[in-house]
C-alpha cells in the first residue's frame, strides 16, 4: 500500500530469508503453527489507519449507547444464553477489507466485527519476528495509541488475570489441541501464566468450576473464553459437558453472550461511509434488482460457513428464518499487494481493549490476512503463495 516500501521489500525478499522467518515463528512452539504465515507484512499509510479509527469510533459510539443491550437481545440465541452478563465485551475485533470505491481510491470497508478475542498473544512474537524479518523502520509500529510489546501485554494481563492467581484463571476451548489457532493458546499460557483446559475437562461442583492438573484440583475463577458457540454445535459426541445456564461462581472474559452482540447482526446498526450498506433479511422490503451486488450472510455461522457470494432471488426466497439472515452490500477488495505473480487482496483486523472502568475500548494492535482467492481464509487459498496471516505496520 505504500509503494516505497513496498518496492523495497519486494527487491530484497528470497526464499532463504522466508524459511527462516517461519521457521523462527514455528519454534515458538513446534508443530502448532496449523495455518499458513504469508511472505510479507502490509505497510498501511497514515489517511487509511485514520479512516479506519474513525470508522471504529462510530461504532464504538453504537455500541456504548444505553440502548444496545435492549437492541441486540435477539442476537443471542435462546438455546444458548449463559448466565452472569458482563456490562461490556472485553475485546472486540474489527475487521476492514482493504477496497476500491467507485472512484478507484483506496478505502477501508468493515467486513465483520465481533466481541471476542483473536490470537492476541501469539501476535506479540509474530509482530516481533515481523519487524526484524521485513527491516520495518521505525517511521512505522503494528501497534496503535502508543503501545507497545510492554504495555500491550500488560493491558492483556490486566485484562484477562485481574486480580487472581493465575493457575484460577483458564482459556477454555473445546478440544484445543485440534484447533488451528492453538499456537495462541500456548503463547497466552506462556505470557501469562495460565491453563488451556478442555470443556469436556471442566468438573462442577454445587455452583463452582474446576479443573485437574498434575493431580491437583484447581477452581475456576475466571475464563478466558475462546469457546465459539458455532463452532461447538458441530461437535459430535462432547459427553457430558457443563450446562451453560447455570449460574456458575466464574467471570467470563469475554462474556459469550458478547460474541453475538457484537457481530453481524449489529451491521445494520451502523451508519457509516465505511461499513457496507446492510439490512435483516425480514426487513427487506424489496428485493433488489442488483443483486449480484450483494452478498447473503447467516447471522449465526463460523469462519464464513454458509456465506451465498452470488445471490439470486430464489436464494432469498428460499430462506426460512429470514430473522437470521442478512443482506450486505457488496465490497471490492483491491489487489493492493503487489507479489512475485498475481498481486494479493488484504484484510486488516484491529484489535480493541476493554479494561475495567474505561468508559469505551481502546484499539490496540492488529492482525491481517492476505489472500488470492475469492473469500478471505484458509480454505480459499489452498495451493497459493503470499497469501495467509501476517500484520500491518501503521505509519506514524
Not at 450472510?297 to 456465506?307: C, D, E, Q, R, Y
Request: aromatic fraction near 12%; charge should be negative; charged fraction near 30%.
Amino acid at each position: 500500500m505504500q509503494k516505497e516500501l513496498r518496492e523495497a521489500f519486494n527487491k530484497n525478499f528470497s526464499d532463504e530469508k522466508y524459511a527462516a522467518y517461519v521457521e523462527r515463528i514455528e519454534n515458538l512452539h513446534p508443530g502448532s503453527l496449523d495455518f499458513r504465515n504469508a511472505e510479507t507484512p502490509i505497510f498501511v499509510p497514515k489517511d487509511f489507519t485514520q479512516k479506519m479509527l474513525d470508522a471504529c469510533e462510530d461504532i464504538i459510539d453504537v455500541i456504548v449507547q444505553p440502548g444496545f443491550l435492549s437492541l441486540t437481545e435477539r442476537a443471542i440465541p435462546k438455546d444458548i444464553v449463559v448466565q452472569n452478563e458482563t456490562a461490556y465485551s472485553d475485546f472486540i475485533a474489527f475487521d476492514f477489507g482493504v477496497c476500491e470505491n467507485e472512484k478507484g481510491e483506496l478505502e477501508p470497508q468493515l467486513i465483520e466485527m465481533q466481541g471476542f478475542p483473536t490470537l492476541f498473544a501469539f501476535q506479540v512474537f509474530h509482530t516481533r519476528f515481523t519487524r526484524e524479518y521485513a527491516e520495518v523502520p521505525s517511521s512505522h509500529d503494528a501497534y496503535l495509541n502508543n503501545y507497545n510489546e510492554e504495555t500491550y501485554l500488560q493491558l492483556l494481563k490486566e485484562i484477562i488475570i485481574g486480580d487472581e492467581n493465575p493457575e484460577n484463571v483458564i482459556l477454555l476451548e473445546i478440544y484445543p489441541e485440534l484447533q488451528k489457532t492453538r499456537i495462541d493458546f500456548y503463547c497466552t499460557e506462556n505470557t501469562l501464566g495460565l491453563k488451556t483446559v478442555c470443556l469436556t475437562k471442566l468438573i462442577p461442583e454445587g455452583n463452582k468450576l474446576f479443573y485437574e492438573n498434575n493431580g491437583r484440583k484447581i477452581q475456576v475463577k475466571r475464563i478466558y473464553n475462546r469457546l465459539i458457540f458455532d463452532d461447538l454445535h458441530q461437535q459430535k459426541d462432547l459427553g457430558n459437558i457443563i450446562d451453560f445456564k447455570h449460574p456458575w461462581e466464574v467471570e467470563w472474559v469475554s462474556h459469550p453472550n458478547w460474541f453475538y452482540r457484537i457481530s453481524k447482526f449489529t451491521l445494520p446498526l451502523i451508519n457509516n461511509r465505511y461499513v457496507p450498506k446492510t439490512v435483516f433479511l425480514n426487513e427487506l422490503k424489496e428485493i433488489p434488482a442488483d443483486l449480484e451486488n450483494y452478498v447473503l450472510k447467516p447471522l449465526f455461522s463460523f469462519a464464513g460457513m454458509g456465506v451465498v457470494i452470488d445471490v439470486t432471488k430464489d436464494d432469498i426466497e428460499k430462506v426460512k428464518d429470514p430473522e437470521n439472515w442478512i443482506l450486505q452490500r457488496k465490497v471490492k477488495y483491491a489487489d493492493v499487494i503487489q507479489t512475485p505473480d498475481i498481486p494479493a487482496k488484504a484484510e486488516i483486523r484491529l484489535f480493541y481493549f476493554w479494561k475495567k472502568g474505561w468508559a469505551r475500548p481502546v484499539g490496540t494492535h492488529n492482525l491481517s490476512r492476505l489472500s488470492k482467492g475469492k473469500m478471505i481464509g484458509t480454505r480459499y487459498n489452498k495451493d497459493k503463495e503470499w497469501v495467509g496471516g501476517t500484520v500491518s505496520f501503521f505509519e506514524k
